[in-house]
């Protein structure tokens, strides 16, 4: 009875693990645009290319800290990558997983 016990615990225990370590930062969509505001650690993308199944358009506010190692301005072209909801919010609202400059 005792090992038994011994077994489910040592399940539990891993199966918490296995969650606490799966990635919550999975992208699910991306998009491509024109930097048109900078602010501090935000900025705000014109839409020119989107995914097809999560097509989103306009304006769209995002998170420059997801990528601390680039720097950002205005005119750049940059690809998101986001978790696939939206925030109904002017501009749009993401949550940024991803960011980088593209040529």
Known sequence: MKS???LLYLFLLSSMLFACNSPENDVKATFVGIIEEVHEESATVSVIEADRIYKISG???INLSVNP??????????KVGY???TMETSP???????LEKVE
């Open 59 to 61: 304006l769209v506010n």
């Open 92 to 98: 749009l609202g993401i949550k940024t997983l991803t």
């Open 4 to 6: 038994k016990f011994s």
């Open 69 to 78: 190692e680039e720097s950002f301005q205005v005119g750049d072209k940059v």
């Open 83 to 85: 978790d696939g909801t």
